[in-house]
């Protein structure tokens, strides 16, 4: 072949097998871009035409060349036509779609970093490397490109990527509603923590309500909720219902919580620390007999014995609340059985936001294994297949 090469001629069907995971793309798989003599171009298609020349004289089987080639070729994609049907743009399209399937990671992974901050990148190419298996890959296109529409972004998650690309999206510059809200339901508390820290996310309320009620079990995200801007007072006093002090503290320094909700959250404290103060002879036991006597043996009272974790007080508390034998509720709280937890507490007259506390502190489930509220607040189970996991335990 002499000659420039020459940009039009339509690729041929591939006639050769398809090469290995060590050979990348097939340089024949290239070669129907320099069969035809070269014609007059604008620059951008000299360009062009010269770079992927020198590629090709360069060997196509390396993959050091083929990663150049994606770096060069993100380098000319704002000089080249915008709608893709321009003979250049189609052929630069084409090569960079090739690429975005090569079968080495480090070829794909050295377009994913080139493209990623390029406004113009083709939408095919960003959303399979979008869709990659190697986080080397897909995650500087997650976390940085501004091509991925919320669509795309949606599509991914819902996919239920690695952690880590879940995370990659959280970070971005800018998180629309939808996707932080199908973020948080991933239930990842990683993303959804980064997602917490990024002041360019947008979150809706019930988001953040999912996000508190998350955090009964994930322990970490109780401080993000509460340094995050615009957090609502309602859910900033759910919090102050079982979070430590220091995250008490964060809450009462709030600049943007008016003096009405600032007085909640020290009742609160002052609440939780007359709690365990509380006279040394009053055993848990005592305590939880006195308060039922009072009618006082409600949530707020086993939010707060969760707090000191005084596991001692929500037996015998579910027991009195339950009409149970204090020895069943305890094999209940001690057999790791998420769904007897949860009929527990449901027999017990509360809510299931108190079943996901029960879960997680008095009955020492792992989050991956704890039961979900459904809808966010109500009971995941039909009250017959409560009865029968409580039946398991001799309750009826």
């Not at 360009?47 to 590629?55: D, E, V």
């Not at 809200?181 to 979150?203: K, M, P, S, Y």
């Not at 949860?342 to 704890?370: D, E, K, N």
Request: aromatic share 4%; hydrophobic share 45%; proline share 9%.
């Amino acid at each position: 072949m002499t000659g420039k090469p020459h940009l039009l001629r339509p690729r041929p069907p591939a006639t050769h097998d398809s090469p290995g995971p060590a050979q990348g793309v097939a340089p024949e798989q290239l070669d129907y871009l320099f069969d035809e003599p070269a014609v007059p171009e604008p620059t951008p298609a000299r360009a062009l035409g010269a770079l992927l020349a020198q590629s090709r004289l360069s060997g196509w089987g390396d993959e050091a060349v083929r990663a150049a080639l994606a770096r060069q070729l993100c380098r000319l994609l704002p000089d080249l036509p915008p709608d893709g049907r321009d003979t250049v743009a189609s052929v630069a399209l084409r090569a960079l779609e090739q690429l975005a399937r090569d079968h080495v990671t480090f070829v794909r992974a050295a377009l994913a970093t080139a493209i990623k901050d390029i406004a113009c990148a083709p939408p095919p190419v960003v959303q399979k490397l979008a869709r990659d298996i190697e986080r080397s890959v897909a995650e500087p296109i997650l976390h940085c490109c501004a091509t991925l529409t919320d669509s795309d972004l949606l599509t991914v998650i819902a996919a239920q990527p690695a952690p880590w690309a879940l995370s990659a999206i959280a970070g971005r510059a800018s998180v629309s509603a939808p996707v932080s809200t199908a973020i948080v339901e991933a239930g990842d508390a990683e993303a959804t923590g980064v997602l917490l820290d990024n002041t360019g996310a947008v979150i809706p309320e019930q988001a953040l309500e999912r996000a508190v009620e998350d955090s009964t079990r994930h322990r970490a995200l109780q401080s993000k909720l509460a340094a995050r801007p615009a957090l609502p007072p309602r859910l900033a006093l759910r919090l102050a219902d079982f979070v430590d002090r220091s995250v008490i503290a964060v809450l009462r320094s709030r600049p943007d919580f008016d003096e009405s909700t600032v007085a909640e959250i020290a009742a609160a404290v002052r609440r939780r620390v007359e709690w365990i103060e509380r006279a040394p002879s009053e055993t848990p036991e005592r305590r939880a007999l006195r308060l039922h006597r009072a009618g006082a043996l409600d949530e707020t009272a086993i939010g707060d014995a969760l707090s000191w974790n005084e596991v001692g007080f929500v037996r015998a508390a579910l027991a009195l609340r339950a009409g149970a034998p204090v020895q069943a509720v305890g094999l209940v709280l001690d057999s790791g059985n998420p769904r007897a937890v949860t009929a527990l507490v449901w027999r017990a007259g509360f809510s299931m936001r108190c079943a996901m506390q029960v879960q997680a502190r008095a009955a020492g489930i792992p989050p991956h294994a704890m039961l979900n509220a459904r809808q966010g607040t109500d009971f995941p189970l039909p009250p017959a297949e409560m009865a029968r996991q409580l039946e398991l335990y001799g309750l009826r």
